[in-house]
């Protein structure tokens, strides 16, 4: 499975997550090069963040007009063209070129919205229900490498070359995936889809037909209530990932550690995370969807609660893990559940649906601590987002039956063993 993947979807996603990856820590010093205060500057950042949520159901659209693999390599070029505009705009650094980063920045935001739902519906439609857990933390792991092997290689360019080369580095990055997507011999390898149960939908000897759904657009035949009692759940799980790097660093500096202790507790975390993502996705397919998101919310939410207690750097370490260990067991388990619930008809547009819970949690969990902080403390902060968690996974554990999602190979066989038998009779 990983095999048939990874020239098609994963190896540009890794690409694709190292040239955004790149650019995420130079984002509010290239605005400020221009001549932005650093208020400007954030905000530039959050109005990103604002794009991208109310872009994302006109986003799912073009994917279900256009199909998957041309939304993928039409954001491709998108962001590579505009991400040569800021570089642009930070070589000239004249009057105006401000005003053009701003543009760029906010234009990149819908066609990276673009990208990361074509690549979830190619997956949702290409892999069969009991590998999409695997599929999905795998999709979801190119996000994390690209966060870690992009701001090490932009890292490493700013010691010889000034802060547009990181730029450079993205476009160079967003031209090779480009480069994948439009090659068919690598790109082009995984073209067979899957009904929910698994059984193939390819015609033998053709290709499954890339935009096929232009022509006519049926409604959505999509189990609402359970899309938005799941999506209530991952909220409180994105909430919670959007909201750790804060609460790490005002806890961090609450208690005196240095800005090199907390990057490396971070770190530490990170790595932890791409370990037990490959568990993580094996266990989402062998025990099942909901168990695993509550076992994650539940270990989660416990690392932010145990941070409170923290005042060492190594106790800190130690509540960083524990998050870690949760948030890496959960790779992949928004992307999963979208893939379960989205139809087979309109893939696209579901997806675009179900990309307002999980932007809801980014906007939410900077919100959520930023208004906890005008009135309280950071130890507040901290435990009303491990709360929040707790509280997601308790939501899980009530309506688990009545979102119905897949259950696990072992007790999804004998069904499928048993529709099988149904259908020659």
């Known amino acids: 499975m990983y095999g048939r993947l990874f ?167 967003s031209v090779l995936a480009l ?50 009692l799941a999506g209530v759940a991952i909220s409180t799980l994105m909430v919670a990932r959007v909201a750790q790097a804060v609460v790490i660093q005002l806890w961090g500096v609450h208690i005196g550690l240095t800005s090199s202790q907390i990057s490396l507790a971070i770190a530490c975390g990170a790595a932890v995370e791409i370990v037990l993502m490959v568990p993580g996705g094996y266990l989402k397919d062998r025990l099942g969807r909901a168990p695993i998101l509550v076992v994650c919310l539940v270990v989660y939410g416990s690392g932010f609660l145990l941070l409170p207690l923290a005042h060492t750097w190594w106790a800190v370490l130690g509540a960083v893990t524990v998050m870690a260990v949760g948030n890496g067991l959960g790779a992949g388990v928004n992307m999963t559940i979208g893939a379960d619930l989205s139809p087979k008809v309109g893939r696209g547009r579901f997806l675009g649906i179900w990309a307002i819970f999980s932007n809801v949690g980014v906007l939410g969990g900077p919100g959520m601590v930023a208004a906890i902080l005008v009135v309280s403390t950071s130890q507040v902060a901290v435990l009303a987002v491990g709360g929040l968690a707790l509280a997601g996974a308790a939501w899980m554990s009530f309506w688990a039956k009545e979102i119905g999602l897949p259950t696990g190979r072992r007790a999804s066989a004998p069904a499928a063993r048993q529709q099988e038998r149904g259908r020659r009779s």
């Open 7 to 173: 020239w098609p979807v994963l190896a540009p996603s890794i690409l694709f997550g190292v040239a955004g990856g790149a650019t995420v820590p130079v984002s509010i010093l290239a605005a400020m090069q221009l001549g932005a205060s650093a208020a400007l500057a954030s905000l530039i950042v959050a109005i990103m963040g604002g794009i991208a949520l109310i872009t994302t159901v006109p986003a799912g659209q073009l994917i279900d007009r256009v199909g998957d693999r041309r939304a993928m390599a039409l954001a491709t070029a998108v962001v590579a063209a505009f991400t040569g505009v800021t570089v642009g705009a930070l070589v000239w650094g004249g009057t105006g070129a401000l005003a053009l980063f701003m543009a760029a920045t906010f234009l990149r935001a819908p066609a990276m919205n673009v990208w990361s739902l074509a690549r979830q519906a190619f997956v949702a439609e290409r892999v069969p229900t009991h590998e999409i857990g695997r599929a999905m933390t795998a999709l979801g792991g190119t996000m994390r490498i690209g966060a870690l092997v992009g701001p090490l290689l932009g890292g490493l360019l700013l010691l010889i070359a000034p802060l547009w080369s990181v730029y450079v580095l993205s476009v160079v990055c």
């Open 179 to 228: 480069a994948v997507l439009y090659s068919p011999r690598l790109g082009g390898r995984l073209e067979e889809g899957y009904d929910a149960s698994g059984r193939s939908t390819a015609v033998p000897g053709q290709l499954a037909p890339d935009g096929q759904r232009a022509t006519r657009r049926p409604p959505l035949e999509v189990r609402w209530k359970a899309v938005l």
